[in-house]
């Protein structure tokens, strides 16, 4: 389970969904389907119509994951920061019912406002 004490994912690139696709795909239900997904180092998010995914890859050998669920209904605010000239990070941060905020920081090549735009629609949609 994320850490909403200390909740900052960082450094996110966007990757193709197929690339986490076989490790996310049985956390799936059946009408559900990954809209994106961003990977760091070693951790990574997805983003699919109902819910944010991160996943936590633990230990030495990387075998050891903790998925964790954040489903769309319960975000209460959100928070998107473009990147700017000399601070090449997007920002998003999202506040849960119940849970506290988390922030995931991305790289300047990923489009900010288009995650803003999803998490509206789904969000919003309640």
Known sequence: MIDFQNASIVKLDRVDPGRVLADVDPLLTESETVLHAYK??????VMTERRLITVN????TGSKRD???LPWSKV???SVETAGAFDRDAELDLWFSGL???RLEFR?????????????????AG
């Open 57 to 60: 890859v633990q230990g030495i």
């Open 40 to 45: 760091g180092a070693r951790d990574y998010v």
């Open 76 to 78: 209460q605010a959100w």
């Open 67 to 69: 998925y964790t669920s």
């Open 100 to 102: 506290g905020e988390i």
């Open 108 to 124: 300047g090549t990923v489009d900010i406002r288009q995650i803003g735009r999803l998490i509206a629609a789904h969000a919003l």
